[in-house]
């Protein structure tokens, strides 16, 4: 067998069972319900640009700026969430900073239910073999992009993994999903 069908026989056990009754719905990063601490990055511009800012929708408030900004400025940086508990992750949706022309024109995404081992979200071309998921990103500052995942995905850790970007690796986001896992949808 070779190493690609190995790799998609692998990947298909791991697909989660997403309940009919259950609706996708954001999982709180833009209604506030998930806290600040709960959002991390690999990087920061400074305290006024953190991964707190990284909110859909959030808006520049006096001091503090209208997304997260990357202090590095290349495709090693990322921002996650920590859901605090284990969800069915159906799509993720992006803008750009609010107050700068800067967003993020491409990116992967990473999950994980330990915070540990992260496993970046595949996509299976015709059963044989797999490769990463490049998601197309924001065009301007303001328009969300939601993308749908292939599959659903069981995931704590939702892990954005910018690629390419205009000005700034900026971005806010919402994640949304079914769930919690442990409890009935």
């Given at each position: 067998?070779?190493?690609?069908?190995s790799?998609s026989?692998i990947?298909?056990?791991?697909?989660?069972?997403?309940?009919a009754?259950?609706?996708?719905?954001?999982?709180?990063?833009?209604?506030?319900?998930?806290?600040d601490?709960s959002l991390?990055?690999?990087?920061?511009?400074?305290?006024?640009?953190?991964?707190?800012?990284a909110?859909?929708?959030?808006?520049?408030?006096?001091?503090?700026?209208?997304?997260?900004?990357?202090?590095?400025?290349d495709?090693?940086q990322?921002i996650?969430?920590?859901?605090l508990?284990?969800?069915?992750?159906?799509?993720?949706?992006t803008?750009?900073?609010?107050?700068?022309?800067?967003?993020?024109t491409?990116?992967k995404?990473a999950c994980?239910?330990?915070?540990?081992?992260f496993?970046?979200v595949?996509?299976?071309?015709?059963?044989?073999?797999t490769?990463?998921?490049?998601?197309?990103?924001?065009?301007?500052q303001?328009?969300v992009v939601?993308?749908?995942?292939?599959?659903?995905?069981?995931?704590?850790y939702v892990r954005?993994?910018?690629?390419t970007?205009?000005?700034?690796?900026?971005?806010r986001?919402?994640?949304?999903?079914?769930g919690p896992i442990?409890?009935?949808?």
């Amino acid at each position: 067998m070779s190493f690609c069908k190995s790799l998609s026989a692998i990947l298909l056990l791991s697909v989660a069972y997403v309940p009919a009754n259950c609706d996708p719905h954001a999982l709180g990063i833009q209604s506030r319900s998930i806290p600040d601490t709960s959002l991390t990055a690999s990087s920061e511009w400074d305290a006024l640009r953190g991964p707190e800012r990284a909110r859909l929708h959030s808006q520049a408030d006096g001091p503090f700026r209208g997304s997260w900004v990357a202090r590095v400025g290349d495709d090693k940086q990322w921002i996650q969430v920590d859901l605090l508990d284990i969800y069915h992750i159906t799509s993720v949706a992006t803008q750009g900073r609010t107050d700068y022309a800067q967003w993020v024109t491409s990116y992967k995404v990473a999950c994980s239910t330990d915070g540990i081992v992260f496993n970046t979200v595949r996509v299976n071309y015709s059963g044989y073999c797999t490769s990463e998921k490049i998601f197309t990103g924001n065009s301007n500052q303001n328009s969300v992009v939601k993308n749908d995942l292939p599959e659903p995905q069981y995931c704590r850790y939702v892990r954005l993994m910018p690629l390419t970007f205009r000005g700034r690796v900026s971005l806010r986001f919402e994640v949304y999903g079914e769930g919690p896992i442990a409890s009935k949808c």
